[in-house]
């Protein structure tokens, strides 16, 4: 049975960091694409980075710059470093997989057949 399973979410001021994990069980994370979603209360899931099974990142305009993915195939897990966090970071944060090496930057939530059950991220002002 394939689990991904979040943590590190929290509640953090203006200009704080968090780092997001996700470890994989049932499922090896080395190369696969994966990503981290964020959807926000009455608004549509959003892709905010991905990475593929060779390593190369791709992030979503709004926090890039900010926010670093990563991936130990050891640890068979996935990570997100958020730094700069604004109140707009503020969402529930979801790692998602696919059965492919390449992401080329797809944020189309069909496209990815495992999701973990999120952490919470709150960033006040």
């Known amino acids: 049975q394939v689990q991904l399973q979040e943590s590190g979410g929290g509640s953090v001021q203006t200009g704080g960091s968090l780092r997001l994990s996700c470890a994989a069980s049932g499922y090896s994370v080395s190369w696969s694409c994966l990503a981290w979603f964020r959807q926000a209360p009455g608004k549509e899931r959003e892709g905010v980075a991905t990475i593929d099974g060779g390593g190369t990142t791709l992030y979503a305009d709004s926090v890039k710059g900010r926010f670093t993915i990563s991936r130990d195939n050891a640890k068979n897990s996935l990570y997100l470093q958020m730094n700069s966090l604004k109140p707009e970071d503020t969402a529930m944060y979801y790692c998602?997989?696919?059965?492919?090496?390449?992401?080329?930057?797809?944020?189309?939530?069909?496209?990815?057949?495992?999701w973990g059950q999120g952490t919470q991220v709150t960033v006040s002002s």
């Open positions: 998602a997989a696919r059965y492919a090496w390449s992401c080329r930057g797809d944020y189309k939530t069909d496209n990815y057949n495992y």
